[in-house]
């Protein structure tokens, strides 16, 4: 079974500027989410969809962060414009749908985000 | 809100040593609760999770961990561990009905020879 699929895996760009994420979750996962890990802390939950629908982006930036899952498979999250303090390892993960997911969250290898 | 506290942000243990990774919880409602580790340059991997019934949870890699309610801990333990065991270790807490996890600061656990 492949796993949650992201890209790219390094990014570097100047502060001001916009920057795109992908992720492809694991097939059949109608859950997907978006979590920023600054260095040092723990993963913070940005977005959460269910299929194409929002659940959950109380934690999102909406002034700069933007998320879209439009087909309800992969998903794109995007930034602009960036600031320092964006500078982050962005991770995706999927689930299946409760109960039957017994709440297992499967995470990609995440993107490296510098911002300079 | 719900809420993790990792106390320990390294634990350094010689290899073959035992070790225990402490996690406190606050929550006023049940619980579920997770461990999960991360390999430099990886994404995060499940653990051990505890949902309910028994308090002693095994999970992969020769972990265990103990659920207990009137500590409201959930401290991650491993008898002997190997270099392959460096990594960072989460705990983290479900909240809400919508499967969402809250993360601890992590424990950043290195095996020395």
């Known amino acids: 079974e492949a796993g949650v699929a992201q890209s790219p895996r390094y990014k570097i760009i100047e502060k001001r500027q916009s920057v795109a994420f992908w992720c492809n979750p694991i097939s059949g996962h109608a859950t997907l989410y978006w979590y920023q890990q600054i260095l040092g802390q723990g993963p913070k939950l940005l977005i959460q969809f269910q299929n194409n629908g929002v659940v959950d982006d109380s934690q999102l930036p909406k002034d700069r962060f933007s998320a879209e899952r439009l087909k309800g498979v992969d998903s794109t999250l995007k930034i602009q414009p960036a600031k320092l303090e964006d500078s982050a390892v962005y991770l995706c993960?999927?689930?299946?749908?409760?109960?039957?997911?017994?709440?297992?969250?499967?995470f990609g290898p995440g993107t490296r985000l510098t911002v300079t | 809100a719900q809420s993790v506290t990792q106390l320990d942000s390294q634990v350094p243990v010689f290899e073959e040593a035992p070790v225990e990774l402490r996690c406190n919880y606050s929550?006023?409602?049940?619980?579920?609760l997770f461990w999960y580790v991360q390999y430099p340059n990886q994404g995060l991997q499940l653990l051990l999770k505890y949902l309910s019934g028994s308090t002693l949870v095994k999970g992969i890699n020769g972990f265990e961990a103990e659920f207990n309610k009137s500590q409201t801990s959930f401290h991650l333990r491993k008898p002997s561990v190997h270099i392959s065991d460096t990594a960072e270790y989460f705990c983290a807490v479900l909240t809400g009905g919508g499967n969402k996890l809250t993360f601890g600061t992590g424990t950043q656990l290195k095996v020395e020879l």
């Open positions: 929550s006023s409602v049940s619980v579920y």
């Open positions: 993960a999927s689930s299946l749908d409760l109960p039957v997911s017994s709440y297992e969250q499967y």
